[in-house]
T-cell receptor, first 106, second 112 residues
Framework: QQPVQSPQAVILREGEDAVINCSSSKALYSVHWYRQKHGEAPVFLMILLKGGEQKGHDKISASFNEKKQQSSLYLTASQLSYSGTYFCGTGNDMRFGAGTRLTVKP | NAGVTQTPKFQVLKTGQSMTLQCAQDMNHEYMSWYRQDPGMGLRLIHYSVGAGITDQGEVPNGYNVSRSTTEDFPLRLLSAAPSQTSVYFC???????????FGDGTRLSIL
Protein backbone atom coordinates (compact mmCIF):
# COMPACT_ATOMS: atom_id res chain seq x y z
CA GLN A 1 0.00 0.00 0.00
CA GLN A 2 1.30 3.43 -0.97
CA PRO A 3 1.84 6.10 1.70
CA VAL A 4 -0.25 9.26 1.43
CA GLN A 5 1.45 12.63 1.12
CA SER A 6 0.11 16.11 1.78
CA PRO A 7 -0.06 18.73 0.52
CA GLN A 8 0.11 17.96 -3.20
CA ALA A 9 1.83 21.25 -3.97
CA VAL A 10 3.39 24.17 -2.11
CA ILE A 11 4.57 27.56 -3.36
CA LEU A 12 6.97 29.49 -1.16
CA ARG A 13 9.05 32.63 -1.21
CA GLU A 14 12.74 32.29 -0.45
CA GLY A 15 13.27 32.16 3.29
CA GLU A 16 9.84 30.76 4.14
CA ASP A 17 9.27 27.41 5.84
CA ALA A 18 7.26 24.38 4.71
CA VAL A 19 6.12 21.04 6.11
CA ILE A 20 5.38 17.96 4.02
CA ASN A 21 3.52 15.07 5.60
CA CYS A 22 3.56 11.36 4.87
CA SER A 23 1.20 8.83 6.45
CA SER A 24 0.53 5.15 6.09
CA SER A 25 -2.31 2.79 6.92
CA LYS A 26 0.25 0.07 7.65
CA ALA A 27 2.77 -0.13 10.48
CA LEU A 28 5.93 1.77 9.59
CA TYR A 29 9.43 0.66 10.51
CA SER A 30 11.25 3.23 8.42
CA VAL A 31 10.51 6.17 6.17
CA HIS A 32 12.66 7.39 3.28
CA TRP A 33 12.62 10.90 1.81
CA TYR A 34 13.77 11.76 -1.73
CA ARG A 35 13.79 14.88 -3.87
CA GLN A 36 13.42 14.88 -7.65
CA LYS A 37 14.28 17.83 -9.88
CA HIS A 38 12.48 18.13 -13.20
CA GLY A 39 13.86 15.68 -15.77
CA GLU A 40 16.19 14.02 -13.28
CA ALA A 41 16.22 10.91 -11.13
CA PRO A 42 15.12 11.02 -7.48
CA VAL A 43 17.93 11.74 -5.03
CA PHE A 44 18.09 10.39 -1.49
CA LEU A 45 17.66 12.90 1.35
CA MET A 46 17.34 10.86 4.54
CA ILE A 47 16.01 7.74 6.21
CA LEU A 48 14.22 7.69 9.54
CA LEU A 49 14.11 4.47 11.48
CA LYS A 50 11.73 3.33 14.17
CA GLY A 51 12.25 5.18 17.44
CA GLY A 52 10.78 8.62 16.86
CA GLU A 53 14.07 10.03 15.75
CA GLN A 54 14.55 13.31 14.00
CA LYS A 55 17.24 13.85 11.41
CA GLY A 56 18.65 16.86 9.63
CA HIS A 57 20.20 17.55 6.26
CA ASP A 58 21.32 21.15 5.90
CA LYS A 59 18.13 23.09 6.74
CA ILE A 60 15.91 20.12 5.93
CA SER A 61 14.90 17.89 8.81
CA ALA A 62 12.34 15.19 9.40
CA SER A 63 10.53 13.42 12.19
CA PHE A 64 9.01 9.97 12.40
CA ASN A 65 6.22 8.90 14.71
CA GLU A 66 5.68 5.16 14.30
CA LYS A 67 2.69 5.14 16.67
CA LYS A 68 0.85 7.58 14.42
CA GLN A 69 2.34 5.89 11.33
CA GLN A 70 3.46 9.19 9.93
CA SER A 71 6.50 11.26 9.09
CA SER A 72 6.97 14.95 8.41
CA LEU A 73 9.66 16.73 6.39
CA TYR A 74 10.54 20.26 7.52
CA LEU A 75 12.14 22.73 5.13
CA THR A 76 13.44 25.76 6.99
CA ALA A 77 14.43 29.10 5.44
CA SER A 78 13.83 27.67 1.97
CA GLN A 79 16.27 28.30 -0.85
CA LEU A 80 15.65 28.33 -4.61
CA SER A 81 17.54 25.02 -4.80
CA TYR A 82 14.87 23.33 -2.67
CA SER A 83 12.43 23.42 -5.59
CA GLY A 84 11.43 20.00 -6.81
CA THR A 85 9.09 17.15 -6.01
CA TYR A 86 9.49 15.42 -2.67
CA PHE A 87 8.60 11.77 -2.21
CA CYS A 88 8.34 9.64 0.88
CA GLY A 89 8.84 5.89 0.58
CA THR A 90 7.89 3.10 2.96
CA GLY A 91 7.86 -0.66 3.25
CA ASN A 92 10.26 -3.48 2.49
CA ASP A 93 9.31 -3.18 -1.17
CA MET A 94 9.76 0.65 -1.07
CA ARG A 95 6.51 2.12 -2.31
CA PHE A 96 6.38 5.87 -2.80
CA GLY A 97 3.74 8.47 -2.17
CA ALA A 98 2.37 10.54 -5.04
CA GLY A 99 4.78 13.37 -4.25
CA THR A 100 4.64 17.00 -3.12
CA ARG A 101 5.66 19.60 -5.67
CA LEU A 102 7.56 22.41 -3.94
CA THR A 103 8.22 25.68 -5.78
CA VAL A 104 10.43 28.31 -4.18
CA LYS A 105 10.24 31.76 -5.76
CA PRO A 106 12.69 34.67 -5.31
CA ASN B 1 32.06 5.00 -9.92
CA ALA B 2 29.15 4.03 -12.22
CA GLY B 3 26.41 3.29 -9.66
CA VAL B 4 23.19 2.26 -11.44
CA THR B 5 23.33 2.24 -15.23
CA GLN B 6 20.23 2.08 -17.38
CA THR B 7 20.15 1.51 -21.12
CA PRO B 8 18.83 2.76 -23.43
CA LYS B 9 18.15 6.35 -22.32
CA PHE B 10 15.45 6.84 -24.97
CA GLN B 11 13.40 4.39 -27.00
CA VAL B 12 10.44 4.58 -29.37
CA LEU B 13 8.46 1.41 -30.02
CA LYS B 14 5.44 0.46 -32.05
CA THR B 15 2.45 -1.18 -30.39
CA GLY B 16 2.99 -4.91 -30.11
CA GLN B 17 6.78 -4.83 -30.18
CA SER B 18 8.79 -6.31 -27.37
CA MET B 19 11.96 -5.00 -25.79
CA THR B 20 14.19 -5.25 -22.75
CA LEU B 21 15.25 -2.34 -20.58
CA GLN B 22 18.64 -2.99 -19.05
CA CYS B 23 19.72 -2.14 -15.52
CA ALA B 24 23.11 -2.86 -14.01
CA GLN B 25 24.67 -1.83 -10.71
CA ASP B 26 28.24 -2.17 -9.52
CA MET B 27 27.67 -1.68 -5.77
CA ASN B 28 26.95 -5.33 -4.94
CA HIS B 29 23.45 -4.38 -3.81
CA GLU B 30 20.99 -7.16 -3.09
CA TYR B 31 17.84 -5.06 -3.52
CA MET B 32 16.85 -3.88 -7.00
CA SER B 33 13.56 -2.40 -8.21
CA TRP B 34 11.84 -1.08 -11.30
CA TYR B 35 9.51 1.93 -11.17
CA ARG B 36 7.53 3.77 -13.78
CA GLN B 37 6.74 7.46 -13.60
CA ASP B 38 4.04 8.97 -15.75
CA PRO B 39 4.01 12.75 -16.41
CA GLY B 40 3.31 14.68 -13.21
CA MET B 41 2.88 11.47 -11.26
CA GLY B 42 4.69 9.60 -8.57
CA LEU B 43 6.81 6.47 -8.79
CA ARG B 44 4.89 3.23 -9.11
CA LEU B 45 6.63 -0.04 -8.32
CA ILE B 46 6.57 -2.59 -11.15
CA HIS B 47 8.75 -5.47 -9.88
CA TYR B 48 11.47 -5.84 -7.32
CA SER B 49 14.13 -8.32 -6.25
CA VAL B 50 15.78 -8.97 -2.90
CA GLY B 51 18.58 -11.07 -4.36
CA ALA B 52 19.68 -13.20 -7.29
CA GLY B 53 16.97 -15.67 -8.25
CA ILE B 54 14.26 -13.88 -6.21
CA THR B 55 11.73 -11.51 -7.74
CA ASP B 56 8.30 -10.29 -6.72
CA GLN B 57 5.51 -8.15 -8.12
CA GLY B 58 4.88 -4.55 -7.20
CA GLU B 59 1.83 -2.36 -7.77
CA VAL B 60 1.70 -2.43 -11.58
CA PRO B 61 3.29 -5.69 -12.83
CA ASN B 62 0.97 -6.51 -15.72
CA GLY B 63 2.69 -6.47 -19.12
CA TYR B 64 6.19 -6.70 -17.63
CA ASN B 65 8.54 -9.56 -16.83
CA VAL B 66 11.76 -9.57 -14.83
CA SER B 67 14.49 -12.01 -13.93
CA ARG B 68 17.52 -11.76 -11.67
CA SER B 69 20.18 -14.24 -12.64
CA THR B 70 23.07 -12.18 -11.21
CA THR B 71 23.43 -9.67 -8.39
CA GLU B 72 24.47 -6.97 -10.88
CA ASP B 73 21.71 -7.12 -13.49
CA PHE B 74 17.94 -6.72 -13.34
CA PRO B 75 16.42 -6.44 -16.84
CA LEU B 76 12.79 -5.44 -17.41
CA ARG B 77 10.98 -6.98 -20.38
CA LEU B 78 7.97 -5.55 -22.13
CA LEU B 79 6.25 -8.50 -23.74
CA SER B 80 3.91 -6.70 -26.15
CA ALA B 81 4.19 -2.93 -25.89
CA ALA B 82 1.02 -0.86 -25.49
CA PRO B 83 0.59 2.96 -25.61
CA SER B 84 -0.36 2.86 -21.90
CA GLN B 85 3.22 1.79 -21.17
CA THR B 86 4.60 5.10 -22.42
CA SER B 87 6.47 6.38 -19.38
CA VAL B 88 9.83 7.06 -17.78
CA TYR B 89 11.27 3.92 -16.23
CA PHE B 90 13.66 4.09 -13.28
CA CYS B 91 15.75 1.29 -11.90
CA UNK B 92 16.97 1.53 -8.30
CA UNK B 93 19.21 -0.50 -6.03
CA UNK B 94 20.05 -0.57 -2.33
CA UNK B 95 21.88 -2.75 0.15
CA UNK B 96 18.76 -3.20 2.25
CA UNK B 97 15.24 -1.86 2.76
CA UNK B 98 16.54 0.49 5.47
CA UNK B 99 19.33 1.80 3.25
CA UNK B 100 19.27 4.57 0.62
CA UNK B 101 17.92 3.73 -2.83
CA UNK B 102 20.26 4.66 -5.68
CA PHE B 103 18.45 5.49 -8.90
CA GLY B 104 19.58 5.20 -12.48
CA ASP B 105 19.07 8.13 -14.85
CA GLY B 106 15.94 6.60 -16.33
CA THR B 107 14.76 5.29 -19.70
CA ARG B 108 12.24 7.44 -21.57
CA LEU B 109 9.98 5.07 -23.49
CA SER B 110 7.37 6.10 -26.06
CA ILE B 111 5.01 3.60 -27.60
CA LEU B 112 3.14 4.63 -30.72
Amino acid sequence: QQPVQSPQAVILREGEDAVINCSSSKALYSVHWYRQKHGEAPVFLMILLKGGEQKGHDKISASFNEKKQQSSLYLTASQLSYSGTYFCGTGNDMRFGAGTRLTVKP
Amino acid sequence: NAGVTQTPKFQVLKTGQSMTLQCAQDMNHEYMSWYRQDPGMGLRLIHYSVGAGITDQGEVPNGYNVSRSTTEDFPLRLLSAAPSQTSVYFCASSSGYDQPQHFGDGTRLSIL
